[in-house]
């Protein structure tokens, strides 16, 4: 299986399930939901001026934006179904009753396709893999299995008697993503008020680059062969071998199992602890096994076979850590654990986290890296989305002397950040206690020593559990 659960209900747009791809219908479409968000506002005011209960009219607001936000993203898909995927992480830090309808509605976006009718299917098998592509399989199911972020996967069986996913790309997605991200660049200065300090262009256009990575089958091919190597055999983690692939279809072997998004509705303890535990092993032992980093954590990219490993599908995002990284994650994490100011705002600045001539409040950066102290020095600690939402609370709190906005993210590491930061959002949901001391070695071998002699009892007190 791959890229999200078996899928369900699904959405139709166009009688090929096309994406639309005009950049003014796109464009418009995207500037829709902020626009109706503004205006159902402006009449939620006006209901709660003539009486009607302020709970009652916030509900229905919030209902109502996030049908209109899945229904947008949805039909669109491309890039705004990445949006979609990280949205879905972000919904966390709201508080309860406001996360409600976003959740439901962000999950079905993850969990549904605008879904090609069987002939669009044919049409993309045959201009991929020529018009003999029926020989290659004994069988092949016209139905879609489950959904891609930027087409659909098949269930099928291979001509040597293997049951194979064959994911396919939507028609129109490349043109579409091209245009998301020409418009993209255009609006990046919004983003600047919010990141001061900030490279923005650079860091935008290192995510456009991931981005048309991950159109990329021929590379997405390469990368899962090496984490597959790399895992072969291994007792925690599968890696599905990849079959074959052409163009803009990818084969690969079908593995069955648990999906992830199932341990989180409804896992017991023990088995969140296990999943959490792996979860954070795979996404951080990649460069010390294979060279890489994976880079899309999100819950559809995972299941949990009968035999209990941790299955991993979609390898289009991953990345080379950058030069240097090993060194600079040992200074910083050194410098959380070690809780000293100067120290960290001096590892802020060498290793380009403040722009020069940037003045930088050294006293609240270190209350802030403070939050990420007990997971550290800790020898298991479990992850909430209490303890998330009480982190995202504290580090976007909107002053002026934010410290923020005295910082900034280099551009080359925006792709670690993006999984870093995805990861961590998937991990509180799985809300497991994990060995973070232990899988943290396995990325930078030197903190061991460091996180051992950590004076525990200075740590911040954290009722996450």
Not at 153 to 178: C, F, I, Q, S
């Amino acid at each position: 299986m791959h890229e999200g659960d078996e899928a369900g209900s699904v959405l139709r747009f166009g009688r090929a399930g096309d994406v639309p791809v005009r950049p003014v219908v796109r464009s418009a479409r995207l500037a829709s939901i902020p626009l109706g968000f503004a205006g159902r506002r402006v009449a939620a005011t006006g209901k709660r001026m003539i009486g009607r209960p302020r709970v009652e009219v916030d509900a229905e607001l919030h209902a109502r934006t996030a049908r209109h936000m899945f229904e947008v993203l949805g039909e669109l898909r491309a890039c705004a179904a990445k949006l979609g995927q990280f949205l879905s992480i972000y919904e966390l830090v709201l508080p309860a009753q406001i996360a409600a309808p976003y959740r439901v509605a962000l999950s079905q976006l993850q969990e549904s396709t605008p879904a090609m009718l069987p002939s669009a299917v044919h049409a993309v098998l045959a201009e991929q893999l020529g018009e003999g592509w029926r020989g290659l399989f004994r069988d092949f199911d016209d139905r879609h299995a489950a959904a891609a972020s930027l087409g659909q996967v098949h269930r099928a069986v291979w001509n040597d008697g293997r049951t194979v996913a064959v994911k396919l790309m939507y028609p129109g997605a490349r043109e579409a993503v091209a245009g998301d991200l020409r418009h993209l660049k255009r609006v990046s200065w919004l983003a600047s008020p919010f990141l001061s300090g900030a490279d923005i262009r650079g860091i935008v256009d290192e995510l456009c680059l991931r981005i048309t990575d991950e159109l990329d089958y021929e590379l997405e091919a390469a990368n899962q062969r090496r984490f597959a190597a790399a895992y072969a055999g291994s007792a925690d983690f599968l890696v599905p071998a990849v079959v074959h692939q052409c163009g803009e279809v990818l084969i690969t072997e079908w593995v069955d199992g648990k999906p992830l998004s199932q341990v989180i509705a409804n896992g017991h303890q023990r088995e969140r602890d296990r999943v959490g535990e792996l979860f954070l092993r795979f996404n951080l032992t990649g460069p010390a096994q294979c060279g890489l980093f994976y880079g899309d954590p999100h819950p559809g990219n995972y299941r949990v076979t009968a035999d209990g490993r941790l299955a991993v599908f979609d390898f289009g995002a991953c990345a080379e850590p950058p030069l240097g990284f090993t060194e600079m994650a040992a200074d910083l994490l050194a410098g959380i654990v070690g809780g000293d100011p100067d120290i960290m705002a001096a590892n802020a600045r060498r290793y380009g986290f403040v722009a020069p001539g940037v003045e930088l409040d050294a006293a609240a950066l270190a209350d802030e890296l403070g939050l990420f102290r007990e997971p550290l020095v800790q020898p298991t600690f479990r992850f909430s989305t209490k303890w998330l939402r009480s982190v995202v609370q504290h580090v976007s709190q909107l002053h002026l002397s934010n410290v923020n906005r005295q910082l900034t993210l280099p551009a080359r590491l925006t792709p670690i950040g993006r999984m870093f930061v995805a990861g961590a959002g998937v991990l509180c949901q799985i809300g497991g206690e994990v060995r973070v001391r232990d899988a943290v070695r396995t990325l930078v071998p030197e903190f061991v020593e460091v996180a051992n002699t950590a004076p525990i009892t200075s740590i911040r007190s954290s009722d996450n559990h």
